[in-house]
């Protein structure tokens, strides 16, 4: 077999050209994705990419899609366009920290979260009895007087039927007795029978209402049902494929269970965590491969940027494919 001469080679690897973008007034989002497919350059290239790799996964009816997200975003607007992809039914599998559970019931029940400033003097704002996550504010007592109310209501109803539950039919029950909200996830969820898996199910609100709650009523938590379930999914699949928003425990949930099955097939990281001191939030789609947890002939791409930028972007551009 004859080795490529060297100009063969560098024809290869110049055969695509960049392009120079376009833009117009009133273009659609579609219009747009296409122009970041002709640059080339950057993180245009890697967003294009995605809503590629997105559609692809979406659009295969044999693989099981995990949606994985933190909790901090679900205090922004941006709950409601997570709730979106969730209404979608692509995404069959949600995993998510234990403040999603806190700031998706609060919201639900009317909790108000406002304009806040990075810059605040918070022990002004504690005097006042108002919480800030970044730049969001919200009233101290909508994250946790008003949210263990409804906890532990549900729980009353819970303990009536049986002792010990796992995560997630708990969460299910939750979802279920939410007053109805379009903007939900934890609802969105409920509507289209997706599971919802909150790995450190302690570490929040809910978690800490359940826990007081069993110090005056017999009812316990069962994480290794979960597992049990996780397994399930994992091994009963074809195909499986993740959007990875954030890192954390989630995404460290969502590419481990994967990792028994040979790795995901598709996978799409959007983080603004670097990768030069090795955590896990930072790790881009490649290292994965090296843990077995995502396929070497996988679809993969990471979008470096903020989820309340890139994430509207990419589901409004899913949304009009899937029309």
């Keep these: 077999m004859l080795m490529p001469t060297k100009a063969e080679l560098k024809n290869k690897v110049l055969a695509k050209k960049v392009e120079d973008a376009s833009v117009k007034a009133g273009m659609s989002v579609l219009e747009l994705f296409e122009q970041y497919s002709k640059m080339g350059g950057f993180g245009s290239r890697n967003l294009a990419e995605a809503l590629e790799i997105l559609e692809a996964m979406c659009n295969d009816k044999d693989s099981v899609n995990f949606l994985s997200f933190t909790a901090d975003l679900i205090a922004t607007g941006l709950r409601g366009v997570i ?16 403040g999603t559970l806190d700031h998706d019931i609060a919201r639900a029940l009317g909790a108000k979260y406002a304009f806040g400033s990075f ?17 969001i504010f919200l009233d101290s007592q909508d994250y946790g007087v008003l949210t263990e109310k409804f906890v532990h209501s549900v729980l009353e109803e819970c303990s009536k039927i049986k002792k010990k539950w796992g995560v997630r039919e708990l969460v299910e029950k939750l979802a279920e007795k939410l007053p109805n909200d379009k903007n939900s996830v934890l609802k969105a969820a409920h509507t289209t029978r997706s599971s919802v898996y909150v790995p450190g199910f302690v570490d929040g609100a809910v978690g800490t209402h359940v826990f007081t709650y069993s110090q005056t009523h017999e009812f316990a938590i069962d994480p290794l049902k979960d597992l049990s379930e996780l397994s399930g999914v994992v091994f009963e699949a074809k195909r499986t494929g993740a959007l990875v928003i954030g890192g954390g425990i989630s995404k460290h949930h969502t590419i481990w269970w994967n990792q028994f099955k040979g790795g995901l097939d598709y996978a799409v990281y959007l983080t603004t965590a670097t990768e030069y001191d090795g955590s896990l939030s930072g790790a881009r789609t490649k290292e994965a491969i090296s843990w077995n947890k995502l396929k070497p002939k ?11 930028i890139t994430l509207p972007l990419l589901t409004a551009a899913l949304l009009s494919k899937s029309r």
């Design 119 to 135: 810059d605040a003097d918070d022990s002004k704002l504690r005097s006042i009895g108002v919480s800030r996550l970044g730049n």
């Design 83 to 98: 709730a979106q992809l969730v209404a979608t039914g692509k995404f069959k599998v949600l995993i998510t920290t234990c």
């Design 298 to 308: 996988a679809l993969h791409t990471t979008v470096l940027g903020d989820a309340t």
